[in-house]
């Protein structure tokens, strides 16, 4: 693994995502590598706010994305504090808004990643299910080789 410098890991703050910090973390600390947590404001959400906007006064969608984003990083503090303790490993932590697959990529590009860790399950959907998951997009597009982090437990047998 020479030549890695930096280990990025989506969190969607689902059930998985525990198992996705961890596992980066303890790879990022064991190779002696950067991490970087990202997250994604779902422009869905996004758009969804700025449509209550109109009909409604007292919520903006610039307020939303501040109050999202500042959520979402002590999320991902909380999460490294729990998941991952120990010897510190430099992190970098990034709120993007927009759509999940696509700024996931563009994190990927924008932070020079070398590695990008994360669920192969999520928060899902149904229009997921019927279009295609994040993690399915990213997979079959991601220029950087991808761990997928199973669900505890999940395998298959042998026939």
Known sequence: MQG???IMAAIDFSQYSAQVIQFAADL???????LVLVNVINQRDVDAVEMVQRDYAGISVETFIQSAS???LELL???MAEEAPGAPVPVKRSVR???PFKEILHAVDAEQADLL????KGRGSIAESLF???AEKVFRRCPIPLVSVRPEGHFRQPA
Not at 28 to 34: H, I, P, Q, S, V
Not at 117 to 120: A, L, N
């Open 4 to 6: 890695l410098k930096r």
């Open 28 to 34: 990022a600390r064991e190779l002696r590598l950067e």
């Open 70 to 72: 500042a959520e979402r």
């Open 77 to 79: 503090n909380r999460l």
């Open 97 to 99: 808004v927009g759509v």
């Open 117 to 120: 860790v994360m669920g192969s």
């Open 132 to 134: 295609g998951s994040t």
